[in-house]
């Protein structure tokens, strides 16, 4: 069973450039996640969706960022201006459905290292 | 809201030493809890769960048991490897409320282990 996939590994631009990251979580699964990990600390949720609609985007910067799953599959995130805190790593998981009373397990992408400068 | 917290700083063992990294958490009604890894190079990987008081979850010789009394979900091995040298995440995620499936993370555990 292939993993989840995300594109690029690895990313550096300046300051008040934009940058798009690209997700295609494991076949079947409903829901997708979006987290950013900085350095040193664990991965914060910036937002979930299930199937093409958005559960969660409550600690997502819309000032900045936005994040797309068109027909419930891919999904792209978007940084636009870019700043220099946006450094991180950005990682995708997916699960196969999120559930009220249940707990599906999310597996996770490699990540996208964004270095902004 | 919801909230976890891990021993700090990095932990440097020798081979086949004992292995504990601390956690607790806060959260409202019954949370799910795991442990993430994430090897050198490598995305996080789920490394055992519990999904109610008591239980204990194990996998590759780790084990952390559900302790609600204490709030706690601690993780042990009792003899290490250099090849579990990576970075350990404690995690909880709630089954009901308004974001079910999130989860949220404590600030992860560097393990280094010497021959």
């Known amino acids: 069973e292939a993993g989840v996939a995300q594109s690029p590994r690895y990313k550096i631009i300046e300051k008040r450039q934009s940058v798009a990251f690209w997700c295609n979580p494991i076949?079947?699964?409903?829901?997708l996640y979006w987290y950013q990990q900085i350095l040193g600390q664990g991965p914060k949720l910036l937002i979930q969706f299930q199937n093409n609609g958005v559960v969660d985007d409550s600690q997502l910067p819309k000032d900045r960022f936005s994040a797309e799953r068109l027909k419930g599959v891919d999904s792209t995130l978007k940084i636009q201006p870019a700043k220099l805190e946006d450094s991180a790593v950005y990682l995708c998981?997916?699960?196969?459905?999120?559930?009220?009373?249940?707990?599906?397990?999310?597996?996770f992408g490699p990540g996208t290292r964004l270095t902004v400068t | 809201g919801n909230s976890v917290t891990q021993m700090e700083g990095p932990v440097t063992l020798s081979e086949e030493a004992f292995l504990t990294i601390n956690c607790t958490y806060t959260?409202?009604?019954?949370?799910?809890l795991f442990w993430y890894v994430q090897y050198p190079g490598e995305g996080l990987q789920l490394l055992l769960k519990a999904t109610k008081a008591d239980d204990k979850g194990s996998n590759k010789g780790f084990e952390a048991t559900y302790r609600k009394e204490t709030t706690s979900f601690h993780l042990e091995k009792g003899s290490v490897q250099v090849s579990d040298s990576a970075v350990y995440f404690c995690?909880?995620?709630?089954?009901?409320?308004?974001?079910?499936?999130?989860?949220?993370f404590g600030q992860g555990t560097i393990l280094t282990v010497h021959p």
């Open positions: 076949s079947g699964h409903a829901t």
């Open positions: 998981a997916s699960s196969f459905g999120s559930t009220w009373g249940e707990t599906y397990e999310q597996y």
């Open positions: 959260a409202t009604g019954y949370p799910s």
């Open positions: 995690a909880l995620s709630n089954a009901g409320g308004t974001s079910y499936g999130k989860l949220t």
